[in-house]
């Protein structure tokens, strides 16, 4: 069964260090996303990306982070300099036609901001 | 108000036993409805989707309200491995928010 890949699976990094997450999103699905959940909250919406540009972003999702797909099969979400607060598990997920159809979840990477 | 709003129990249930979830919504346009499992420390797992007509999947049963903004799971016969956080998913496709929003999540223990 096709899955979302994600590498690392768990990152510590120190405050002020840039890290980039990876995704392999599922291989004939259009649409990509990056989601976040803080340890015992949900699951927050940062951004979406189709057709090699973000379509969404949320309030979370400020000048610090940046997505690009470099291949066609990479998804990447850079945190320039890392905060506290952006310790966290970071989902990537990719779906077929949008938020209308189900969205499939890679495993995470957990960030530990030290 | 919350966007999308759920009893975070914990139901703690038999095996066996019937349970069911509640969730509501506060974007009168959203069109897309979902019900995901969280294990813990895990990814959301897409349990099932939800349909207007209501829909049945096993022992899992999805209803939608669109008159109250309501989103219902029953679980029937609960087994052990039903142990999770279930989440409500809810898309606010046409406010221009397509991205999906996410409940808070319900955690049920079934116990032996």
């Known amino acids: 069964e096709p899955e979302v890949t994600q590498t690392p699976s768990h990152q510590v990094t120190q405050m002020g260090q840039e890290v980039i997450l990876r995704c392999v999103p599922i291989?004939?699905?259009?649409?990509f996303y990056w989601y976040r959940q803080i340890l015992g909250q949900k699951v927050e919406f940062l951004v979406s990306f189709y057709n090699n540009e973000i379509s969404e972003k949320s309030e979370i999702f400020d000048d610090q982070f940046s997505v690009e797909r470099p291949d066609g099969s990479n998804f990447t979400l850079k945190i320039r300099s890392t905060k506290l607060e952006d310790s966290a598990m970071y989902f990537c997920?990719?779906?077929?036609?949008?938020?209308?159809?189900?969205?499939?979840f890679g495993q995470g990477t957990r960030l530990t901001v030290v | 108000r919350k966007e999308v709003e759920q009893d975070p129990g914990p139901f703690n249930v038999p095996e066996g036993a019937t349970v069911a979830f509640n969730c509501t919504y506060s974007n009168s346009a959203s069109q897309s409805f979902f019900w995901y499992r969280q294990d813990c420390r895990k990814e959301p797992k897409l349990l099932m989707s939800?349909?207007?007509s209501g829909n049945e999947d096993g022992r899992f049963t999805a209803q939608l309200n669109r008159a109250s903004q309501y989103i219902s799971l029953l679980i029937r016969d609960s087994k052990l491995s039903d142990s999770a956080t279930y989440l409500c998913v809810v898309n606010g496709e046409d406010t221009g928010r397509r991205a999906l929003t996410f409940g808070s999540g319900t955690r049920l223990q079934v116990q032996p």
């Open positions: 939800v349909y207007s």
């Open positions: 997920a990719s779906s077929q036609q949008g938020s209308n159809t189900e969205a499939f």
């Open positions: 291989s004939n699905h259009l649409y």
